[in-house]
């Protein structure tokens, strides 16, 4: 025969079969300081070019230094706050509908996922700022409309653990609870960390909507310019906020692949 | 883990002594599932006898792996009664029964976030031995299964290949001693190679340690191999027949079971005959250019040998020294008694 196949190993075959089914996640190295450095430069940039333009008035006091600083603070302090809060209330749903008893709750909970995703944010915001202002009011809307990405992804990163190893853990004497902290949970790691990261991002991303209702951060900025017709706030803002996505974002990934058990990880 | 100590599940022995198995009874143990119109089990009862490897064998879906599961209820019986060492395991609590039952599954399950440490010693850890005695023992079942500790302690289970997984997996459920070991087609997954040596290897651990096994497989070969005694069960985990493995190839206690024993059960019936129980002619001139046999090898493996070169006479070594000759007459004079053997047992 001409055609020389590739002769695998059953042995090895049959390892593959066996491992999670996980994508392993990678070690650090200097691919992952590549996000950081270009944001660096996109700020750095912009903060030269307001510095060789004239500013007006307005736009001065709207782009003054100290005040972009604290309110990127705030932005990150919200943004976290909201991701938290999503984590704390979607994880624990997510491990009800995987359990065999509480399962039945399951297409409650997705529905109000799903709900919370669909309904428009902005006019929510509007509706509730009608009678509701403050950080919690956005807090709750914008935690809404992230929750369902952790939630999936809590509900799919227990699923995906194999079905074998939870037999053995079983079979070994492990309690329900050992089995969920000990087992479960590690190896859904990488999962459940994509979703706390999408969390993440929609909350930086969505927080100046709440803008309206007095949620704070970089929003503030951000409308001022919008309202008094002034482009130099407006893009400056922007980009601010897209930069904290992003970064925030890398830091969540670097957050979960420290997380990730060193057996999971691809070498 | 929240766990409280468990009085009863700390064995004190060293890690050098090691506990042999004690018997398991069941009675009337049966499993009905609320959707199902017949029983998964129906009222099996067995005994099986301390320090014997009992292979569970019969087609798929006859509730073999169920009857496995109930002893240390993974699944829990409808009704009936399970005892190990007389003790009866439904009055237990079910996490504390399984840390004193070792457990070893076809899809292997270690641990893919645990090193090989972790993985191995997961039950005395749970049992809270101390450090000291956990290491060693650690390392005194890596070195049970062949596996070099200094090597393979600190990998994790993707580094290994299935075969050697698998070694893991026996060296984790051997790790806290216990008495009795569950074993769900625990050479499945293995390649034919591998597996044959998995088998020869646990065989001779078993010889040392003298668990009493819970075998579950649907490779009747298997079965002869590794079973002291075999339960060939039909649908409903009813047993067709339970005894040793010779017995059941010279005398199937019926259709089912001869069926199940497949084409060929003389020649299966000849690898459990060791080519020690014959009397070896010496070896004579005319022998010195025909192929030898090791004198450990099975009947099976003689005639194997035979046909393969197409010689009616083999030297047999032992430690490569010739020690005397075997033919083909005298493998058939021993066939000839073992029928006659099996049909006075009929006759009586």
């Known amino acids: ?267 | 883990m929240s766990d409280t100590k468990d009085v009863t599940t700390t064995p004190q022995a060293d890690s050098g002594s090691d506990a042999a198995g004690v018997p398991i009874v069941l009675e009337q143990v049966s499993k009905r599932y609320p959707s199902a119109k017949s029983a998964a089990v129906d009222e099996i009862s067995m005994e099986i006898p301390a320090g014997e490897i009992v292979i569970l064998v019969g087609p798929s879906g006859c509730g073999k792996t169920t009857t496995m599961r109930m002893i240390n209820r993974l699944i829990e019986p409808t009704s009936g009664k399970i005892r190990i060492d007389g003790e009866d395991v439904l009055s237990l609590d079910d996490v504390k029964l399984r840390r004193k039952i070792g457990y070893v599954i076809q899809q292997i399950g270690l641990f893919p976030h645990l090193s090989i440490t972790q993985n191995v010693s997961l039950v005395p850890r749970m049992l809270k031995w101390d450090k000291r005695r956990i290491n060693d023992r650690v390392d005194e079942m890596l070195m049970l299964v062949g596996l070099e500790p200094s090597e393979f302690r600190d990998r994790y289970p993707r580094q290994l290949s299935g075969g050697q997984q698998q070694r893991v997996g026996v060296a984790r459920a051997l790790a806290a001693d216990p008495p009795v070991m569950l074993m769900d087609e625990p050479f499945g997954a293995v390649d034919p190679i591998n597996r044959a040596r998995l088998q020869d290897e646990f065989l001779s651990v078993q010889e040392k340690l003298r668990k009493t096994i819970v075998f579950v497989t649907h490779d009747f070969d298997e079965a002869i191999k590794m079973g002291d005694r075999i339960a060939v069960l039909d649908q409903g985990a009813k047993i067709a027949q339970y005894a040793a493995p010779e017995e059941i190839l010279s005398g199937p206690a019926n259709d089912f079971v001869e069926g199940f024993v497949g084409q060929g059960a003389t020649l299966k019936r000849l690898q459990l005959e060791r080519l020690e129980t014959l009397d070896l002619r010496p070896v004579s001139a005319a022998d010195k250019t025909t192929s030898r046999v090791p004198i450990n090898a099975t009947l099976h493996g003689v005639l194997d040998e035979m046909i393969a070169t197409a010689q009616e006479s083999l030297v047999v070594v032992k430690d490569d020294k010739p020690i005397g000759s075997v033919s083909l007459d005298d493998v058939l004079a021993r066939v000839r008694e073992l029928r006659a053997e099996a049909e006075a047992k009929e006759g009586a």
């Open chain 1, 1 to 267: 025969m001409a055609v020389q196949l590739e002769q695998r190993p059953l042995d090895e075959a049959a390892t593959s079969i066996i491992e999670t089914g996980l994508r392993p996640e990678r070690s650090f190295g200097w691919r992952d300081l590549v996000t950081p450095a270009v944001c660096a430069v996109l700020v750095a940039t912009e903060i030269w070019y307001l510095s060789t333009r004239d500013l007006d008035a307005v736009e001065a006091s709207q782009l003054e230094a100290s005040k972009l600083w604290d309110q990127t603070i705030q932005h990150i302090w919200i943004s976290l706050a909201i991701a938290g809060m999503v984590l704390g209330v979607a994880i624990p749903l997510g491990v009800l509908v995987t359990r065999r008893r509480t399962r039945w709750i399951a297409p409650f909970v997705l529905l109000v996922g799903n709900v919370g995703q669909a309904a428009p944010t902005v006019g929510l915001l509007a509706i509730v700022g009608g009678f509701w202002l403050g950080f919690w009011a956005v807090a709750l809307i914008l935690g809404a409309y992230a929750m369902l990405s952790v939630l999936r992804n809590t509900i799919v990163g227990l699923q995906q653990v194999d079905p074998g190893v939870l037999d053995a853990a079983r079979g070994m004497g492990m309690s329900p609870t050992a089995i969920l902290f000990r087992v479960e949970f590690p190896l859904a790691v990488p999962v459940i960390g994509a979703g706390a990261r999408t969390a993440l991002v929609l909350a930086v991303a969505t927080v100046p909507l709440g803008q309206n209702l007095g949620a704070g951060g970089l929003g503030a900025t951000l409308f001022a310019g919008i309202g008094q017709n002034r482009d130099v706030t407006i893009v400056a803002a922007s980009l601010f906020i897209a930069v904290l996505a992003v970064l925030m974002d890398w830091v969540g990934a670097m957050v979960q692949r420290l997380l990730t058990p060193k057996g999971i990880r691809a070498a």
